[in-house]
Nanobody, 115 residues
Framework: QVQLVESGGGLVQPGGSLRLSCAAS????????MGWYRQAPGKQRELVAG???????NYADSAKGRFTISRDNAKNTVYLQMNSLKPEDTAVYYC?????????WGQGTQVTVSS
């Protein structure tokens, strides 16, 4: 059983920053990929950023230059530092963990960018 617990969402003004965290627990093997997706109202869920256990990263074009994904393998935790936030970044952000045996999702955390 794998569980993902997210934290760090909230309300922020345009141009502000937020840091999301996601801690994974359970039967986690070292070879895995962790990442963040988001889903805005009326839109499909989309990849924001991903990071492998070796530290390789990939970003959606909308996130490049503003968001940074990182992880602490010892803590099985992934982070998403979001800077220069825009109203269009408003969404529910989901943490994900991809293992050889399957994919797992967190419950989601709301990020609202508004003045």
């Amino acid at each position: 059983q794998v569980q993902l617990v997210e934290s760090g969402g909230g309300l922020v003004q345009p141009g502000g920053s937020l840091r999301l965290s996601c801690a994974a627990s359970g039967s986690i093997f070292s070879i895995n990929v962790m990442g963040w997706y988001r889903q805005a109202p009326g839109k499909q869920r989309e990849l924001v950023a991903g990071i492998s256990d070796g530290g390789s990263t990939n970003y959606a074009d909308s996130a490049k230059g503003r968001f940074t994904i990182s992880r602490d393998n010892a803590k099985n935790t992934v982070y998403l530092q979001m800077n220069s936030l825009k109203p269009e970044d408003t969404a529910v952000y989901y943490c994900t963990l991809a293992l050889v045996g399957g994919d797992y999702w967190g419950q989601g955390t709301q990020v609202t960018v508004s003045s």
